[in-house]
Every structure is written in structure tokens, then in C-alpha cells.
């Protein structure tokens, strides 16, 4: 049975509190904000099998859920959002993915991520089971918040099955009719993954984690950048560039992620040594500046996070 709500009938002041108290029911954690003068919204939702498909429709808003908020669910969860129209971006472990009409990305549920749209926007939203996919494709956490292309034949192909999916929600048919279109549902969201991996060079390329290798040698040295990083290992640096633009992202991101996560790391694993001094250890010079980067990847100040793990 697919459950629809919508604020189409609510007073304009009172869309958005509306909308805020039925997001935080459907995804523990979750808030959202607009600039739009008039908010309109609309979410169906279908539990198939052990999947929950979601159709959310909005104008623009800014859409963040914090971490360690989803205490109801058994498991964690990775989120496959494919954009049906407008423009999204979506930040998550330091990453950013920009989305256009068809593309595809997958996040984490049970951390920190934040949606942008300033554009009317729908998609269509699968959720699996984090161990299903790990299972099925180890490397999963390399394509959190990376853009899937719309134009590649698997996620065309995906599209087009969670469409027909959709028009037999209200349809009556046994559970283990549901059960076995969960689960290729949930090989057509892999192979559209695996297509990506494959076809476009993201992170399993042997250059891509060369660099990745040779950043995380430097992460320490202030003044390292693009150039030195083309320097130390002697590829042009327009060679690297589309390197990184082909796993959806640029050498500067790259560094910066990677300076994130090492703090991150470091502040659990020193939990005595002062927070300015990790984030000299990885290469900020400017402490303010640290602190808000990592709010902004995390979801939280270094401090707070470091308390709160």
C-alpha cells in the first residue's frame, strides 16, 4: 500500500512545521529548511518486501539528517536516490555530488549528509540494507555521495524498472512476488554501481588510488595542492584533474576529504591531544577554518564529535 501526505492543504505558515514533524517520523534525524515563499511538498511511500521506495516531491529546500539519530533502525542503511527532475547536490563525508534529471547516489543513512536544491525537484528513493550491498559489492563505501550518471545503460535501465514498479504498487500479489522484485531491484542498483566503477574511472581506477595514496603521504605539509601532487608523481596535471572529475570530484576535495577524515580519526584515536594540534597534524593551517570544514563534512564541531563517539 503506497501512504501519500502533501501540505497542499495546510495554511502557508504551517507547511513547513508540518513537513518537518513528517520527515523526522519517516527518517529519524532528518530536517528541512527553504527560502521559498511557498513551501509545497508531497512524499508517497511503499514498503516493498524488506525495501522502503519514497517519492519525495518539494520545491526548493535545503534537507540535513544528523548522525546517530536513527536509533529505530536494527541496521544501517544505504540510501539510493535517483533524481526524476531538477538539480540536487548532495554533501557527505566530505564529498559533494551534483545531480542532474536521471543521475543516481547512494549515502549513507546512519551519518551525517546534507541535500541542496534550488529547483522544483522529485526522486525516486530506494532503501537497502547496508550489509545486502556490502555483500554484493565490497567497495560500496567508495561510491557514497559520487554521482552515478543518468546516461549509463544500467541506471537507464534502473529508472525504468522502479517506474514500472511504482504502477503496480496498489497491485495484490503474493509476498514472495514482492520478495523477488526487492531483490532485483536491489542487483540493478549494484550493477548500475559496477557500470559506473567500470566505465567512468571512479575510485577502483589504479590511477585515482594513487593519488588517494600519495595525498594521504602528504596530508601533513600545508602548501600541498594539485601541483605538487602532479610534481610528486610526475603526470601532467590536466591528466590528474580529469582523473578526479571522472570519479565525480577535484584534486582540491580529494585533499581536503582526506585531511577530514584523518582528523576525524585522530580525535578519537588521541583523545588528550588539543584539537588545534590535529589540525595542524593534518595540514590546516588555520584552525577556524578546520572547524568549519569539518562541521560542514561531519555534521559537527571536532569537539562534539569527539565527545560524542
Known sequence: MIEVASVRRLGVHDRLDYWNDLIGATYPGMSVDTQAELFDAKLSVWHLSDLRMVKPFSTSAIVTRQPR????????????HTLVRGKVSLDQRGRRATLNEGDMVICASDEYYRFETH??????????????????????????????SGKLTSTRLLRRYMDSLWLEARATAPEQHWDLHAGILT??????????????????????KRMQDIIDER???????????????????????ATAA???????????THRLQRAAQLLLTRP????????????FADPSYFARRFQQALGSS????????
Open 69 to 80: 539519530s536513527q536509533a529505530v533502525y536494527s541496521e544501517p542503511k544505504f540510501v539510493a
Open 246 to 256: 571522472r570519479a565525480g570530484t577535484t584534486i582540491g576535495k580529494m585533499i581536503t
Open 272 to 283: 588528550d591531544q588539543p584539537v588545534t594540534q590535529i589540525a595542524l597534524d593534518c595540514g
Open 302 to 309: 571536532p569537539r562534539k564529535y569527539r565527545h560524542c563517539n
Open 187 to 208: 542487483d540493478l542498483i549494484v550493477a548500475s554501481l559496477q557500470s559506473s566503477d567500470d566505465g567512468l574511472s571512479c575510485p577502483g581506477d589504479p590511477l585515482f
Open 219 to 241: 596530508l601533513d605539509e600545508f602548501d600541498f595542492g594539485p601541483v605538487r601532487l602532479s610534481v610528486d608523481m610526475g603526470i601532467p596535471l590536466r591528466t590528474l584533474q
Open 119 to 148: 529547483t522544483t525537484h522529485e526522486m525516486m528513493v530506494v532503501e537497502v540494507d547496508a550489509a545486502t550491498l556490502a555483500d554484493k559489492l565490497p567497495n560500496i563505501d567508495d561510491f557514497v555521495a559520487r554521482p552515478i
